[in-house]
């Protein structure tokens, strides 16, 4: 395993993150994830590999991966072994404290998180999406204030658009306000979006970009057309909630660039394109959701892969671009 800092940060991560979505009780909105008992071979396996890194999200299984999350940590590693990272902004329950980013819903939300991961910190606090309801000064205090109450040591934030993610960074200089350190933001071979304005802000702001779905939900981790036997993927659905198509045909070639590239190298697909990926100097580390053990050996792989510069030019010549998705 490989080390680096989150963005200019002081923050050691491991280049591979462990995403988090996948663990939580079935019963609970998401039937395809995975219990304690069923996730005990993927925490083992994360710990043995030395990916240090791992990130949930109050929302995923509605509390329950973090209590799962909570429990691995104590019985696989140690916390402080761990650089851990929840997220705040999806709806949680009715009232005024249960979904946005205004001081209320901050404030409840990250004790609700430290309770059911069972711990006195979170390492990175992240904002699920941006608030529009909200002001950004009162976001960005009532982040300030739980890094000063020690609650958690860093501040990050995911999918927006980049004039977004500026106004909130202003604020919080122009305050003398914790300022974030990460963008978790939706990037792949192809979904490249990212790379028209929100890149070169991270670049120039010294934030670490740690990408959410960086194998496009598995689109790109075999050929095209053939139906994955994993649980849910993206694939599963054509379009987002704002009706933005996920998927182009033009996509096609793309994902036949990264088959003929990994035959020719005898290496999975998914090592290829996630090594393009880890590539982008702005990339801290890709988030990987694991259910099967070769998800994380896949993973952990490509960081050892240097493409070549006809090899990326195959990969990213037949790239159309999209409107992002997941977020307004």
């Known amino acids: 395993m490989e080390y680096t800092r989150l963005g200019t940060s002081g923050l050691k991560v491991s280049r591979i993150a462990l995403g988090c979505m996948s663990f939580g009780d079935p019963a609970k909105r998401m039937p395809w994830v995975l219990d304690d008992t069923a996730a005990e071979p993927i925490f083992r396996q994360t710990v043995a590999l030395g990916i240090t890194f791992w990130d949930t999200a109050n929302i995923y299984g509605l509390g329950t991966s973090e209590e799962i999350v909570g429990r691995a940590l104590r019985k696989y590693t140690q916390r402080d072994d761990i650089v851990l990272a929840t997220k705040l902004f999806q709806p949680m329950h009715q009232g005024p404290g249960g979904a946005g980013l205004s001081r209320k819903a901050v404030m409840e939300q990250i004790d609700a998180s430290l309770r059911r991961l069972d711990t006195d910190y979170v390492d990175l606090y992240q904002i699920h999406r941006f608030d529009p309801e909200t002001p950004v000064e009162e976001t960005m205090e009532a982040l300030h204030d739980v890094v000063k109450a020690g609650k958690a040591r860093y501040i990050g934030a995911s999918s927006m658009w980049a004039w977004q993610f500026a106004k909130l960074q202003h604020a919080a200089e122009a305050n003398g306000w914790t300022k974030f350190v990460s963008m ?66 033009s996509d096609k070639a793309i994902v036949d660039a990264v088959q003929k590239i990994a035959e020719e190298r005898g290496v999975s697909m998914a090592q290829i394109a996630l090594a393009w990926v880890l590539k982008n100097p702005v990339v801290s580390a890709p988030i990987v959701g694991a259910t099967k053990p070769h998800h994380l050996a896949d993973a952990v792989a490509a960081i050892d892969i240097e493409l070549t510069d006809d090899e990326v030019d195959a990969l990213e010549a037949p790239y159309v671009p999209r409107l992002p998705i997941f977020f307004s």
């Open 184 to 249: 978790q933001d939706h990037y792949s071979v192809i979904h490249r979006e990212e790379e028209r304005e929100m890149f070169g802000l991270l670049a120039d702001q010294g934030v670490g970009s740690i990408p959410w779905s960086p194998l496009a939900g598995g689109k790109v981790t075999r050929p095209w057309g053939e139906q994955g036997t994993t649980r849910r993927s993206e694939e599963d659905r054509q379009v987002d909630m704002n009706g933005r198509p996920l998927f182009l045909d």
